[in-house]
């Protein structure tokens, strides 16, 4: 008899299991970047804008999604009963518990092969150096003349000349027509690409289609066409296809743009931009020449000024504020000589007055002279009976001596 296990196996949710199994799925190198081929079954295109549909073949079906980011571009390759060959990975919708696959690319069932011939033409002309990027040249910054190889009744040539009148209306188009599509396509190209190279007025080539399958874009992975482009002797923009799409022609082109329109933005510069780099310099150049001008300005003023001191009449301004200034100096000198002599002629003059014998007068004495006109200072200079002059503050006197002390005539007297 079997002996029960003493260990219960673990459980899982649903939940847990539909997890593990889309890790599982995600994981898987083969799952994750896969191609897958059949018939589009049952297509929904709901209005979140995802893509849901069915791949069948004679046995099997299987479930696929496009979210909406790439549903746009591969609308229209979306079919119910074309034949595809959808690129993507392999999961796990968990709420549903089914699997399913996440499609980002599509393409028309036989594009495989086309697929492979690219990818040998590819390595072969990339071994001979056609697609080296030292081969690029830059693009002229202000064409005057692009040329345009493109269908003239393509919508590719509408959106090139819409944004061409937009950003540079100054350029001059040259159409080079030719057809973009079929088995004529490629010699026509080569034609239209020789002879603006042949004209030699344009100053930049573009190369020009809208979007399509990997077989209408065929005509730009032919080996003729990728040589004339890397032939030219004039720079070459391709804008082909969509952005996902990638030719031959992109690889060997100077510069590839991701659409017609891109390839049109790239190729010439925006007016608006140019407009404000015009603005910009303008008011450099005012501001440098102001700049100028003023320094200049200066350097005249300096070198006035200094014609002005050599001149003889900055010399003689000069000389004359110097005379100007000696004349102050001199009259104040000669003041303050004046006001001393003053000061000191007014002390002389007391002084003198002070002894001015007519200043004594005026106090009572009186100045005694003899008849010899000399003063009489004392008494034994005259006599009894002589006659003297008796000078007084308001006259003279003439007076006689009656006595004299101290003389014989004095005793007699007595």
Not at 31 to 57: C, M, N, R
Request: charge should be negative; aromatic fraction near 6%.
């Amino acid at each position: 008899m079997q002996q029960p296990s003493l260990f219960v196996p673990q459980s899982y949710s649903v939940s847990e299991i539909n997890r593990y199994l889309r890790e599982l799925f995600e994981s898987d190198e083969v799952l994750s970047d896969v191609w897958i081929q059949g018939e589009i079954a049952t297509l929904s295109k709901p209005a979140s804008g995802h893509i849901y549909f069915t791949l069948k073949d004679a046995n099997s079906t299987l479930r696929c999604v496009v979210w909406k980011s790439a549903a746009m571009r591969l609308q229209a390759l979306l079919q119910s009963g074309a034949q595809i060959e959808a690129h993507g990975y392999v999961g796990l919708y968990e709420q549903g518990g089914q699997y399913q696959l996440y499609v980002d690319a599509v393409r028309l069932t036989g594009e495989g092969a086309l697929y492979q011939e690219y990818l040998r033409l590819k390595a072969r002309l990339e071994s001979e150096g056609l697609f080296d990027p030292t081969r690029k040249r830059p693009l002229p910054e202000y064409p005057n003349k692009i040329g345009i190889v493109t269908s003239s009744s393509g919508a590719a040539l509408q959106d090139i000349l819409n944004v061409l009148r937009r950003r540079y209306p100054l350029v001059e188009v040259i159409l080079a027509h030719c057809a973009v599509q079929g088995d004529a396509a490629p010699a026509e190209i080569v034609s239209a690409l020789e002879k603006l190279n042949v004209q030699a007025e344009a100053d930049l080539i573009l190369v020009a289609r809208g979007g399509g399958s990997m077989e209408d874009l065929w005509a730009f992975n032919d080996e003729r066409v990728v040589r004339a482009i890397a032939a030219s002797a004039i720079p070459v923009v391709t804008g082909i296809g969509h952005e996902i799409d990638f030719t031959l022609s992109d690889f060997a082109a100077d510069l590839r743009a991701p659409t017609p329109t891109a390839a049109a933005e790239l190729a010439v510069p925006d007016r608006e931009e140019l407009r404000g780099l015009l603005n910009g310099a303008i008011s450099q150049l005012i501001y440098s020449c102001q700049a100028v001008f003023q320094d200049t300005r200066a350097q005249l003023t300096g070198l006035q000024h200094r014609v002005e001191k050599a001149s003889p009449q900055w010399m003689i301004r000069n000389d004359r504020q110097r005379l100007d200034d000696l004349s102050f100096r001199l009259e104040a000198s000669l003041g303050n000589s004046f006001r001393l002599m003053r000061s000191e002629c007014q002390g002389l003059s007391k002084r003198l007055g002070a002894l001015n014998p007519f200043a004594v007068l005026q106090r009572g004495y009186s100045i005694v002279t003899n008849a010899t006109g000399q003063v009489v200072s004392k008494v034994n200079q005259v006599s009894r009976d002589e006659l003297v002059d008796v000078k007084l503050s308001d006259g003279t006197i003439l007076t006689r001596v009656i006595s004299v002390p101290g003389s014989e005539n004095e005793s007699e007297d007595k």
